[in-house]
């Protein structure tokens, strides 16, 4: 059973930086690549990031570029969202997910508001 378990977020000042996790299970997480993607409120998802299976390649959406570092530990099934300087606008509940699956999590909420 595939599991994909969110955390992390919190109440952050603009500005301020934070680290998501994501603790897969349930299928070859080495073999596959991931991403983080977002729901703002009263929005859809939107793509954040993805990489691709050995950690080597990374994508980002150009709202987060230079801003936000994605990773993972394949040793220990770990996906990371590291954000820095945060801003209002990237207030939402992120989600990690499979590269071709939608979240299967419940996602952990990042708000930005001083």
């Known amino acids: 059973q595939v599991q994909l378990v969110e955390s992390g977020g919190g109440l952050v000042q603009p500005g301020g930086s934070l680290r998501l996790s994501c603790a897969a299970s349930?299928?070859?997480?080495?073999?596959?690549?991931m991403r983080w993607v977002r729901q703002a409120p009263g929005k859809g998802l939107e793509w954040v990031s993805a990489?691709?299976?050995?950690?080597?390649?990374?994508q980002y959406a150009p709202s987060v570029n230079g801003r936000f570092t994605i990773s993972r530990d394949n040793t220990k099934n770990m996906l990371y969202l590291q954000m820095n300087n945060l801003k209002s606008e990237d207030t939402a509940v992120y989600y990690c997910a499979r590269a071709n699956d939608d979240p299967r999590g419940q996602g952990t909420r990042v708000t930005v508001s001083s």
């Open positions: 349930g299928f070859a997480f080495s073999l596959l690549a």
């Open positions: 990489v691709n299976d050995d950690g080597s390649v990374t």
